[in-house]
């Protein structure tokens, strides 16, 4: 059988956002709720409760599979990886080389705002979505429904965990993934050092969002990280 794959959200959207590379891939795929998103909106979000989580998909799969997670989606993929090297196989993390102080900086206030009129804040993110994103893609993001209450739980976690940490502790497979316009790719050397086994993808006319513009080219990414998984640990499959 194919090495599953499980994949994560970025901030305050849902697993709708990966139906469109779900739909281009030729292996097992399961997208999961963070707390505090999608069909688990209202739930407190907190690093430990969002790697549980993608720990439960990847039991659902099979118990072993490769993790693929855009922007909060990487974020928890790496803690999931450090925390439950034995469930993950590989890892692609997709703009998420940024250290945590930065996001401190620059989301902090974006947060508190958010939280404070929810649902402008979603309205908002709607209709950036959809400027920035071909319809099927920007249909997937908005799908499963918006959650911007939950943005400073959010960066308080990711801000609070030591990503670097753990990827030094996941002896797997990573492929760290950035678009070359992408802000969060600030310390990509740095979060590459920190793998053991680590590669550093990057696409070109690509930012942060619209990585998710071309779903085949995303949906080709994670097959071929997959395919690495299943040869560099052929008791994966």
């Known amino acids: 059988m194919a090495l599953p794959v499980v994949l994560v959200h970025g901030i305050r959207v849902s697993r709708t956002m990966w139906e469109p590379v779900v739909s281009h891939l030729d292996r097992p795929a399961h997208a999961v709720d963070l707390p505090g998103h999608g069909a688990r909106r209202g739930e407190p979000f907190t690093m430990a409760a969002a790697t549980e989580a993608v720990a439960a998909a990847v039991d659902h799969v099979g118990g072993r599979a490769l993790v693929a997670g855009l922007s909060l989606g990487g974020f928890a993929g790496i803690?999931?990886?450090?925390?439950?090297?034995?469930r993950v196989a590989g890892l692609v993390?997709?703009?998420c080389t940024a250290r945590p102080t930065r996001l401190v900086g620059l989301y902090r206030g974006a947060a508190a705002l958010a939280a404070r009129f929810p649902?402008?804040?979603?309205?908002?993110?709607?209709?950036?979505?959809?400027?920035?994103?071909?319809?099927?893609?920007?249909?997937?993001?908005?799908?499963?429904?918006l959650s911007?209450?939950?943005?400073?739980?959010?960066?308080?976690?990711?801000?609070?965990h030591d990503q670097l940490g753990a990827l030094a502790a996941y002896p797997g497979p990573v492929w760290l993934v950035n678009g070359d316009r992408d802000p969060?790719?600030?310390?990509?050397?740095?979060?590459?050092?920190a793998c053991r086994d680590g590669r550093l993808i990057r696409l070109p006319r690509t930012g942060h969002?619209?990585?998710?513009?071309?779903?085949?080219?995303?949906?080709r990414l994670i097959e071929d990280a997959a395919a690495?998984?299943?040869?560099?640990?052929?008791?994966?499959?």
Not at 79 to 86: C, Q, S, T, V, W
Not at 148 to 160: F, I, L, R
Not at 185 to 190: G, L, N, Q
């Open 79 to 86: 803690a999931a990886a450090g925390r439950f090297p034995e």
């Open 93 to 95: 993390a997709i703009g």
């Open 119 to 145: 649902e402008q804040a979603n309205q908002l993110s709607a209709y950036a979505f959809r400027r920035a994103l071909p319809r099927p893609a920007a249909d997937a993001v908005v799908a499963g429904g």
């Open 148 to 160: 911007s209450e939950v943005m400073p739980a959010v960066v308080a976690a990711v801000a609070g």
């Open 184 to 193: 969060f790719r600030a310390d990509e050397r740095s979060y590459l050092a």
């Open 209 to 219: 969002v619209t990585v998710l513009a071309d779903p085949v080219r995303l949906a």
């Open 228 to 237: 690495h998984a299943e040869r560099r640990h052929p008791a994966a499959r």
